[in-house]
T-cell receptor, first 113, second 111 residues
Framework: NAGVMQNPRHLVRRRGQEARLRCSPM?????VYWYRQLPEEGLKFMVY????????ESGMPKERFSAEFPKEGPSILRIQQVVRGDSAAYFC???????????FGSGTRLTVV | QQQVKQSPQSLIVQKGGISIINCAYE??????FPWYQQFPGKGPALLIA?????SEKKEGRFTISFNKSAKQFSLHIMDSQPGDSATYFC??????????FGSGTQLTVLP
């Protein structure tokens, strides 16, 4: 039973480019969450999605960031026109409908140069 | 009101000792309090979690103590081992959805 799969593990982008981070939830999990972790800090909630539906995006920056969880395929976190301040580790988690049994992936480390 | 305050920032313990990490929260709507362990380059892994209807939960060497009136909870690691050296995060949420994390405690267990 594979865990939460995130790819790529490491991503380097130049300022102004787009970054696409992918997350495949655990089998049987229908809820996906994205978090961002800056160096030496805790994780900050960004967005909570179910299939084809954004439930809570209160932690998402208003501009340049978007997320989706289509009917088929992984969840995608998209960052347009990246800036150096976007450099961080981005973690995806998934859970069953109850919310309990929250499982994190190993993260995508984004570096903007 | 959404903050979770965690202390200490770093902790050094001798092998076999007890590690204690504390967290405090403000939002009384929180009803789920997990602790996560994170190794460098890895995602957080759930260690143990508690609901506010109990004051203590123990799983192996890990114990959560919960004080609802003080809005505080703590993680105790008994018989700490070098393999426990990691960063520990407390978190809180309402109905196990959006988690609000503490700032983390870097634990070092000396051999």
């Amino acid at each position: 039973n594979a865990g939460v799969m995130q790819n790529p593990r490491h991503l380097v982008r130049r300022r102004g480019q787009e970054a696409r981070l992918r997350c495949s939830p655990m089998k049987g999990h229908s809820h996906v969450y994205w978090y961002r972790q800056l160096p030496e800090e805790g994780l900050k909630f960004m967005v909570y999605l179910q299939k084809e539906n954004i439930i809570d995006e209160s932690g998402m920056p208003k501009e340049r960031f978007s997320a989706e969880f289509p009917k088929e395929g992984p969840s995608i976190l998209r960052i347009q026109q990246v800036v150096r301040g976007d450099s961080a580790a981005y973690f995806c988690a998934s859970s069953p409908p109850t919310g309990f049994g929250y499982t994190f992936g190993s993260g995508t480390r984004l570096t903007v140069v | 009101q959404q903050q979770v305050k965690q202390s200490p920032q770093s902790l050094i313990v001798q092998k076999g000792g007890i590690s204690i990490i504390n967290c405090a929260y403000e939002n009384t709507a929180f009803d789920y309090f997990p602790w996560y362990q994170q190794f460098p380059g890895k995602g957080p892994a759930l260690l143990i979690a508690i609901r506010p209807d109990v004051s203590e939960k123990k799983e192996g060497r890990f114990t959560i103590s919960f004080n609802k009136s003080a809005k505080q909870f703590s993680l105790h690691i008994m018989d700490s081992q070098p393999g426990d050296s990691a960063t520990y995060f407390c978190a809180a949420s309402r109905s196990a959805r959006q988690l609000t994390f503490g700032s983390g405690t870097q634990l070092t267990v000396l051999p």
